[in-house]
């Protein structure tokens, strides 16, 4: 198992920035995949952004803006948020995907951060 703590939220004005970071309870290099959730109320969970050990990718709506990136000394994901808009406010999710050979794909998420964006 691996356990997501999620921090970095809070309230910025549109045109901000903020840092999300996501520290997992067990190295990276045995993670498949990790990725970046949001949820606003009312609204299905959406991918924002995902890393694997050779790609990243993007939801359209925050490319240019947001970059995913992992450190693995420090077992830490993060996601740089600039020229934050009202509509990126949400409750921001980090998600591991690890590979259980024989089994498939198994998901942990973190508890959530709330980024809120308004002026």
């Known amino acids: 198992q691996v356990q997501l703590v999620e921090s970095g939220g809070g309230l910025v004005q549109p045109g901000g920035s903020l840092r999300l970071s996501c520290a997992a309870s067990?190295?990276?290099?045995?993670?498949?995949?990790m990725g970046w959730y949001r949820q606003a109320p009312g609204k299905q969970r959406e991918l924002v952004a995902r890393i694997t050990s050779g790609s990243t990718n993007y939801a359209d709506s925050v490319k240019g803006r947001f970059t995913i990136s992992k450190d693995n000394a420090k077992n830490t994901l993060y996601l740089q948020m600039n020229n934050l808009k009202p509509e990126d406010t949400a409750v921001y999710f980090c998600n591991a995907a690890l590979l259980r050979i024989g089994v498939g794909i198994l998901d942990y998420w973190g508890q959530g951060t709330q980024v809120t964006v308004s002026s």
């Open positions: 067990r190295s990276m290099s045995s993670i498949y995949a």
